[in-house]
């Protein structure tokens, strides 16, 4: 089968996650800074967009070179076999971005690279410059970054954050793929107590029950691969199905999310159910304050309000310190709370074990994370 090369892009800081997705999959890549790189086919394209959670999108590289020149662009561009990718008909449209290049004019390089890619299709099909653009999308992008140039073609469509079960999500809602990267730079494990206190929407818990019954993210969505017509689509048929019988029903989850708005309550509650995971979580209204467990070795993941807003931050700071009394005596517990309010420590009254820097869409946030006591080694069981 036709062999690709291609990229899983992502949101900066998560690259290395992806890249270990990927390897679990059996899918040996390199990590740059934002993206991953791989090979493989057709299949390969549709494990990454199925399974992959906390990717952006999976895309084809199509070609790459230097260009310093208009010249250079559109004649390096013509010179890529389109006709293998784009069918007569195909409706592509050209984004663009450039950083550090000489060709430093995004709209020229996007109406360059589109001659040039019309040139070749139009000269392929003999239809002498008149393309009908009326069939399947083919997203193109035209990247250049200090004058290499890195031509490629989306296969996701809309987004892989896009899981296809968010009904509704409230105010401040997280993106999947972002919880589920959170979720994964936890302690947190199938067998340990799960929590969100402020759950809104119920992203963290649907992201972790979803991890915790192996349901590959993207099973209930549809790739743009699956609409072009040199697509195998009998190979999306076998790898939803293969998906299907991974997923895991039968172990005990222990994931609970709360919120003091009974509103985002109900939300929570029907997102879940649109997952599929209406019976592994428990969602609750209540004061975060009111938290308290006799549970040990459960992990917190947090997104609590930031107080972007003026005049937001005093009563947020009185939560996070509320927060600061409430989970102290829960010694065997780890924490970890996403905020952009860089003094959260200090309000919530003790040192993380650690920080890390995370974009939250296009605000820079840190994940406070507060270490809990390990869990006793289990017993070894006799051969
Ligand atoms: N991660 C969520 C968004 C969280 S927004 C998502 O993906 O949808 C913050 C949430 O904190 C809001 O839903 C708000 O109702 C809740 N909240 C604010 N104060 C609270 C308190 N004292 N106790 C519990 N929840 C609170």
């Known amino acids: ?17 992806v890249g270990k997705e990927l390897r679990d999959l059996g899918i040996e890549c390199e990590v740059e800074n934002g993206k991953a790189i791989f090979f493989g086919d057709m299949s390969t394209i549709i494990k990454a967009n199925l399974w992959l959670r906390t990717a952006d999108r999976i895309k084809i590289i199509v070609g790459e070179f230097e260009a310093t020149t208009f010249e250079d662009l559109f ?27 000489t060709l430093y004019s995004v709209p020229d390089c996007q ?17 002498y410059g008149r393309l009908p653009e009326t069939g399947a999308k083919f997203p193109i992008e035209v990247a250049l970054l200090k004058d290499k140039v890195t031509l490629t073609l989306d296969t996701t469509g809309s987004s892989l954050f896009k899981r296809g079960y968010r009904l509704d999500k409230g105010g401040a809602p997280l993106k999947e793929n972002m919880a589920a990267a959170i979720i ?38 549809q790739f743009l691969i699956e609409t072009w017509s040199w697509f195998d689509k009998s190979i999306a048929t076998t790898l939803r199905a293969e998906a299907k019988e991974q997923a895991d029903y039968d172990c005990e989850l222990d994931i ?57 931050e005093e009563a947020v ?67």
């Open 256 to 312: 609970t999310g709360t919120d003091i708005d009974p509103k985002m309550i109900a939300i929570a509650k029907a997102n879940a159910e649109q997952a599929g995971l209406g019976d592994s979580i428990t969602f609750k209204q209540m004061n975060l304050t009111d938290f308290n467990t006799t549970k040990e070795y459960g992990v917190i993941v947090a997104n609590p309000p930031y107080g972007e807003r003026l005049g937001e």
């Open 75 to 101: 004649e390096q561009t013509k010179a890529i076999p389109w006709e293998d990718l784009l069918p007569m008909d195909a409706e592509f449209p050209v984004a663009g971005k450039s950083i550090k290049s």
């Open 317 to 383: 700071q009185r939560l996070y310190k509320e927060m600061g009394k409430t989970y102290k005596p829960l010694d065997t517990w780890s924490k970890y709370i996403l905020t952009s309010d860089l003094t959260f420590e200090s309000h919530y009254g003790s040192r993380a074990t650690k920080k890390r820097k995370l974009y939250n869409g296009a605000l820079r946030t840190d994940l406070f994370q507060y270490w809990g006591k390990r869990p006793p080694r289990q017993p070894r069981k006799e051969d």
């Open 111 to 127: 109406a360059i690279t589109k001659k040039a890619i019309v040139n070749r299709l139009s000269e392929h099909y003999s239809r």
């Open 184 to 221: 994964k730079l936890t302690t947190w494990r199938k067998d340990r107590p799960f929590y969100d206190p402020v759950c809104g929407s119920g992203t963290f818990c649907i992201e972790a029950a979803m991890i915790g019954r192996n349901l590959a993210p993207g099973y209930n969505r």
């Open 1 to 17: 089968m036709k062999q690709f090369k291609l990229v899983a892009t992502a949101a900066s800081g998560i690259e290395a996650l």
